[in-house]
């Protein structure tokens, strides 16, 4: 059996994170940019990172927003200030990612992320066409609902890919989830962010950096892989 495509997850698993206060202050700026200055820390933190359709509704009504408006502008300046991070370089591709160019698969991405900034990183570091489609959130209300664990975007993906029996590599519960959801085997990649993380689901497989797919039953190479000494354990910036 060797898998018919391949779907990675994108921050934490093919470029690194931001920092939490990056996203911060691009909430507070969101809030700003809706006319309000000093928002509840509460609400900033719920507009921060993970909004769920339940904070988004009460920091409308708190504040009188439109719902799509407010998130329109939470999703424009949290992309902003990311692609703003790439290119200072605090955001780069894992050292690991030439593992990507060894896979003999077609391949894809499922973010929850912004389209806006999982289409800036391909660009950025010139690597959109290694996949042949690419997922984010559009920046609508309704693409709370649509994110991982919800297997929408990831049935999107399998669609273009033409793709059944697909690996999905992910660093978090619910990437783990969404594959599971959608019938898929997954890989959880277990990077130094992820050291302390306790699993409530248990994944078909575990690695620690990209490198260790290349030893799953399945996966096809298409090149030499790298050198696991010039590789394992990077975690980028």
């Known amino acids: 059996m060797v898998y018919d495509a391949i779907i990675f997850d994108n921050d934490g698993v093919l470029v690194s994170l931001v920092e939490f206060t990056v996203l911060e202050r691009a909430a507070r700026e969101a809030f700003a940019d809706c006319g309000v200055d000093d928002p509840r820390e509460d609400h900033v933190d719920a507009m921060t990172f993970g909004v769920t359709p339940e904070s988004l509704t009460t920091v409308a009504d708190t504040y009188g927003f439109d719902p799509e408006t407010f998130f329109a502008a939470r999703d424009r300046i949290a992309s902003r200030a990311q692609q703003d991070e790439i290119r200072a370089g605090r955001k780069a591709l894992y050292d690991d990612f030439d593992t990507v160019r060894s896979l ?45 664990p919800s297997t929408h975007y990831v049935d999107k993906a399998l669609a273009d890919l033409d793709a059944e029996n697909a690996l999905f590599v992910g660093d978090s519960a619910t990437d783990v989830l969404a594959a599971h959801n959608a019938g898929l085997d997954s890989v959880f990649i277990r990077r130094e962010h ?11 497989y575990e690695i620690e950096t990209l490198t260790g797919l290349l030893d799953i039953d399945g996966v096809a190479v298409t090149d030499p892989a790298p050198q696991s000494s010039a590789f394992d354990g990077g975690t980028g910036a």
């Open 104 to 148: 003999d698969h077609p391949l894809g991405i499922v973010s929850s992320n912004q389209q806006a900034t999982v289409d800036f990183v391909l660009s950025h570091f010139g690597v959109t066409d290694l996949f042949e489609t690419a997922y984010g959130r559009e920046p609508i209300p309704e693409s709370v609902t649509r994110k991982k």
């Open 194 to 204: 992820r050291a302390d993380y306790l699993l409530d689901v248990e994944p078909t």
